[in-house]
């Protein structure tokens, strides 16, 4: 196992401050006192781990990671539970994702054990950060970059940087409560192709996201759905979270997009698929066109749809709009299984249920 050596230096916010600051409601603005650091070399391997005070890098304008993009993250959520202990959600899964991911972008993987370890170390060393309260969180950023100087593109940088921050969160669509949201299907841009990227969380696929984010918003939506590269037509994820279909009724019927290489694997959605099936509805992986969405909603068949993942948790998605045309999902407002979910997802984060698949891993 990779030690960490601990050199925490003193509160970057005196306790009022932080106090402050882990009331005001929002998404990654704010940083934790702390972060982890560790480094790979191919002559040392992963080296170099320590515990250390939040602040900057000083990196040469030459570094691979700002020229060829080489770059790879995680993001998941530590809990303050009923009586004040801390439990971080499925990390082991988010470190096997980390390795896939790396795996992808030619990266050096990083044992599981070592990732936990430096989360977890995080998040004891910051814990006075972990907020209270329903929907509040500690989100946790890995990230792993390329750090060799030079612009050379024969192999991939012999040199990487491993590092955890962390941030309290409030969930990404707001804290009051799941809105429905206003989505934009968009038609001509694609954002992961098989064979590309889309299955591992690669710094680019985001990159490469931001124009059609910035096509919904221009048409007043909160959000971009992908279509598939190859045919514009199956529905494939939403930014930064993956979709369920619900087919409602006595026992609701959820759909959520097959993993076809192109789209994020995502833990929530894994836990959704299984805490549904826990609920007594019939929950699997299949394929949707957007013709299909749109007129299963019109025929009332198809009663919610919404979108999860660890920054958003579940958010309903209530209108659908794009070029050629809109419809709505449902009456448009939170529908009845996606708040089912959601309320049995968050009492098994928040510890105040049974976890009957051990997904919780208490923190010391
Ligand atoms: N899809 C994309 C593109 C994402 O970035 C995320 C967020 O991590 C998800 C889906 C949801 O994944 P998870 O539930 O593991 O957070
Ligand atoms: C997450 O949910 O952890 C994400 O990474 C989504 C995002 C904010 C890009």
Not at 54 to 83: I, N, W
């Amino acid at each position: 196992m990779i030690d960490f050596a601990t050199a925490p230096g003193g509160h970057r916010l005196a306790a009022g401050e932080r106090d402050r600051a882990l009331d005001i409601p929002g998404f990654g603005q704010v940083f934790t006192d702390h972060m982890v650091t560790m480094r790979w070399s191919e002559h040392s391997g992963w080296h170099d781990g320590r515990l250390e005070p939040y602040g900057p890098f000083t990196l040469p304008p030459s570094t691979s990671v700002f020229h060829y993009g080489q770059a790879v993250f995680e993001g998941m959520k530590a809990y303050r539970q009923a009586g004040g202990s801390l439990a971080l959600f499925r990390p082991e899964a988010n470190a096997e994702r980390f390795n896939r991911s790396a795996r992808r972008l030619a990266m050096p993987g990083l044992p599981p054990e070592v990732f936990v370890r430096a989360v977890e170390l995080l998040v004891t060393q910051d814990r006075n950060w972990v907020p209270q309260g329903e929907g509040r969180s500690l989100y946790l950023r890995p990230f792993m970059i390329a750090t060799q100087p030079g612009l050379g593109f024969t192999h991939p940088s012999s040199s990487y940087l491993f590092c955890v921050i962390a941030s309290p969160a409030t969930p990404y669509f707001g804290p009051a409560g799941p809105r429905a949201l206003t989505v934009w299907l968009c038609e001509d841009y694609v954002r992961a192709a098989p064979g590309g990227t889309g299955e591992a969380k690669a710094a680019g696929n985001y990159a490469a996201a931001f124009a059609a984010g910035r096509q919904a918003v221009a048409h007043g939506c909160d959000q971009v759905v992908w279509l598939d590269a190859a045919e514009r037509a199956r529905v494939e994820e939403m930014g930064g979270m993956n979709l369920f279909f619900v087919y409602g009724g006595e026992r609701p019927r959820l759909l959520t997009p097959e993993l076809t290489g192109a789209l994020l694997p995502g833990i929530t959605r894994d836990s959704l698929l299984t805490l549904a099936g826990d609920l007594g509805m019939d929950a699997g992986e299949g394929r949707i066109t957007a013709a299909q969405w749109r007129e299963e909603c019109e025929a009332a068949r198809l009663t919610e749809t919404f979108a999860c993942g660890t920054a958003a948790v579940i958010a309903p998605v209530g209108t659908v709009r794009s070029a050629s045309g809109g419809w709505q999902v449902g009456d448009g407002n939170p529908g009845p299984v996606m708040r089912r979910l959601r309320t049995e997802l968050l009492d098994i984060q928040y510890g105040r249920v049974p976890d009957p698949h051990r997904w919780m891993h208490k923190v010391d």
